[in-house]
């Protein structure tokens, strides 16, 4: 697919992107300004305003890691790990502060990534037991808990020679890391796997997973590290690569962003990344190569467009229409 760039001089340095109604919400990746996040008008192609003020205070932020859609359409929601603190904000207003902020619910198990269920509870990836997910609400409470990190592993060929019952569920978890993302109606969660090939498709009602092993069914190269007593794996610069980037869910299908290049070489003209698109059974559906390296994206299903945030030289805003 030949991709349409924009040129909004506010982007700088684009980490994901939201799509709310006609609206691209385009958040940075770390930095020590403001404009934490930009708000763009897909049908007029306009740019509107940019929102957050770093800090620490009331109503500010330091970073954005992901950034989610709450049921009223004027407004989002934000997470920063640094202060461990989700905010509010209206789209709508001229603000540039949170209009509501509450620190992210203490828990027994420590929380990756995560995406909401509703405007209160969520779906968590934890990393420090066998459990696989954690469903819970943003005062604490544990909904439910599912899914079993040893699934990943059993049976399978491991790097170096190594042995099922060699490797901690610390361990395990970590090489599973990736991005994890709820559908608009809240049926579906998606997690698909940032260094090894795999994605899980979760059935909210009954919590039952499919999961999806490729385009490589093998588990890339790690060394089992140390880290505070608890094993952590470590994955050779020379030969390690990148492979699901990002994770969109949408109503009918998922689209996933494949890479299949190391990190330092994801913003480079050649072996550019592909979406693919599966239905909720996991039966394939498309692939769509790009022309552009992308960082992260978000698709218009109405309108059958996906929008993507890139990593070349000149990063920002592209549409690709499918």
């Not at 049908?43 to 932020?61: C, N, T, V």
């Not at 968590?124 to 604490?140: P, R």
């Not at 599912?146 to 569920?169: H, S, V």
């Given at each position: 697919m030949k991709g349409h760039k924009y040129s909004f001089p506010k982007i700088l340095n684009p980490r994901g992107i939201t799509i709310i109604g006609s609206k691209a919400v385009v958040f940075e990746r770390k930095n020590t300004s403001d404009d934490k996040f930009h708000i763009i008008?897909?049908?007029?192609?306009?740019?509107?305003?940019?929102?957050?003020?770093?800090?620490?205070?009331?109503?500010?932020?330091?970073?954005?890691?992901?950034?989610?859609?709450?049921?009223?359409?004027r407004k989002i929601l934000t997470y920063d790990p640094e202060l461990n603190v989700f905010s509010v904000?209206?789209?709508?207003?001229?603000?540039?502060?949170?209009?509501?902020?509450?620190?992210?619910?203490?828990?027994?198990?420590?929380?990756?990534?995560?995406?909401?269920?509703?405007?209160?509870?969520?779906?968590?990836?934890?990393?420090?037991?066998?459990?696989?997910?954690?469903?819970?609400?943003?005062?604490?409470?544990?909904?439910?808990?599912?899914?079993?990190?040893?699934?990943?592993?059993?049976?399978?060929?491991?790097?170096?020679?190594?042995?099922?019952?060699?490797?901690?569920?610390?361990?395990?978890?970590?090489?599973?890391?990736?991005?994890?993302?709820?559908?608009?109606?809240?049926?579906?969660?998606?997690?698909?796997?940032?260094?090894?090939?795999?994605?899980?498709?979760?059935?909210?009602?009954?919590?039952?997973?499919?999961?999806?092993?490729?385009?490589?069914?093998?588990?890339?190269?790690?060394?089992?590290g140390n880290s505070g007593g608890y094993q952590m794996p470590t994955f050779p610069l020379e030969t390690s690569t990148t492979r699901y980037r990002d994770v969109f869910a949408g109503e009918n299908s998922l689209f996933v962003l494949f890479s299949g290049k190391s990190y330092t070489a994801i913003s480079e003209m050649t072996n550019l990344n592909r979406i693919f698109e599966f239905d909720y059974s996991g039966k394939p559906l498309a692939q769509y190569q790009l022309d552009f390296p992308l960082f992260g994206f978000a698709v218009d299903e109405r309108n059958r467009r996906i929008y993507g945030v890139t990593t070349d030289e000149q990063p920002n805003l592209v549409r690709f229409d499918y």
């Open positions: 008008d897909l049908q007029e192609e306009a740019y509107l305003r940019s929102k957050g003020i770093d800090g620490m205070g009331p109503g500010e932020i330091t970073v954005i890691t992901q950034l989610e859609a709450l049921q009223d359409p904000f209206d789209l709508s207003d001229s603000s540039r502060l949170a209009e509501r902020q509450f620190r992210a619910p203490a828990t027994a198990f420590f929380i990756t990534d995560a995406a909401f269920t509703s405007d209160t509870s969520f779906i968590a990836h934890v990393v420090d037991g066998w459990t696989k997910y954690l469903h819970l609400t943003i005062s604490g409470d544990t909904l439910s808990t599912f899914g079993n990190w040893k699934n990943m592993i059993k049976g399978r060929e491991l790097p170096n020679g190594y042995k099922e019952e060699e490797l901690d569920a610390n361990l395990v978890s970590n090489v599973f890391q990736g991005p994890l993302r709820v559908n608009n109606s809240r049926t579906y969660a998606v997690k698909a796997g940032l260094k090894v090939d795999y994605i899980d498709i979760v059935r909210l009602s009954d919590q039952s997973i499919t999961t999806i092993i490729g385009p490589e069914s093998t588990i890339q190269d790690f060394r089992i």
